[in-house]
């Protein structure tokens, strides 16, 4: 069954959306819609099944069952066409240490099909924007975790792709990059960019505009923090996810 087109303001819409390995179910029947523009987040234990959602949704693993449109894009019969309109970024991406910033950018520019005369015009604007100019001929390997950080999500937007996944992209960097980078994502989603996003940092969780939680495989809450607090009778994200930890521990 094909899913049903999405609005025009709707960026992901999954239908029963179910991804099963062997007698494990990790996504069960997963129904969510995320806004164009918006900041949502992911959030749940591990094993939640976080990162398979995410990576169906990128068309890099088709589900069992169930149906999603990402911008645009049917993710069973349209993977290649969705990759060239997303970006994706984690903690590890994979930056070449021994080719400089400017280098890394071209490199994965090029990956997107940029044209070089317009792949250069881009990265100049990229380096701009994210304050990297200064630093455009050292090498990756020489930079701090914050401008690593920087540099990968100058590689995953060069194509200015419409919606940007991020896979714990803090992890590891200190309080003041942290504080930086947010900077630069809500910058990007008031430009239209819709940025989903999963995150350990309950405090980063708190400032999203949406949420969903998952609990081994199943969506148990989604909306505005202060909907999701208020459904598990909770003061914070905080004691929403350690509730959740515990469930999911006493359940295993």
């Not at 911008?71 to 969705?82: A, P």
């Not at 997303?86 to 071209?106: A, H, K, P, W």
């Not at 250069?120 to 390997?141: C, F, P, Q, W, Y």
């Not at 003041?176 to 989603?189: C, E, G, M, P, S």
Request: charged share 25%; aromatic share 6%.
């Amino acid at each position: 069954m094909t899913a049903p087109a999405p609005a025009p303001d709707v960026a992901v819409r999954t239908t029963k959306l179910r991804k099963v390995f062997g007698e494990l179910v990790a996504v069960d029947h997963l129904d969510l819609e995320i806004l164009r523009g918006e900041v949502f987040g992911v959030l749940g234990p591990n094993g939640s099944g976080k990162t398979t959602t995410i990576r169906m949704l990128c068309g890099l693993m088709r589900p069992t069952s169930g149906d999603a449109t990402v911008v645009g894009c049917d993710i069973r019969t349209e993977s290649e066409r969705l990759r060239t309109r997303i970006g994706y970024m984690s903690q590890r991406f994979g930056l070449y240490g021994d080719l400089t910033v400017r280098e890394n950018c071209s490199f994965y520019a090029s990956l997107y099909g940029l044209a070089p005369d317009e792949r250069k015009t881009r990265i100049d604007e990229l380096l701009g924007d994210l304050e990297l100019s200064a630093r455009s001929n050292d090498r990756a390997s020489t930079l701090s975790g914050g401008l690593k950080q920087r540099v990968a999500l100058a590689c995953a937007i060069a194509h200015r792709p419409p919606l940007l996944f991020l896979d714990e992209p803090t992890a590891g960097v200190d309080p003041a990059a942290r504080r930086q980078f947010w900077k630069i994502i809500y910058d990007l989603a008031a430009k239209g960019t819709t940025i989903v996003v999963t995150t350990h940092y309950m405090d980063e969780a708190a400032k999203l505009k949406r949420l969903a939680f998952l609990s081994r495989g199943h969506l148990i809450a989604v909306g505005t923090p202060e909907m999701v607090t208020a459904q598990f009778g909770l003061p914070t994200i905080e004691d929403v996810f350690v509730e959740l930890q515990r469930r999911d521990e006493a359940a295993a």
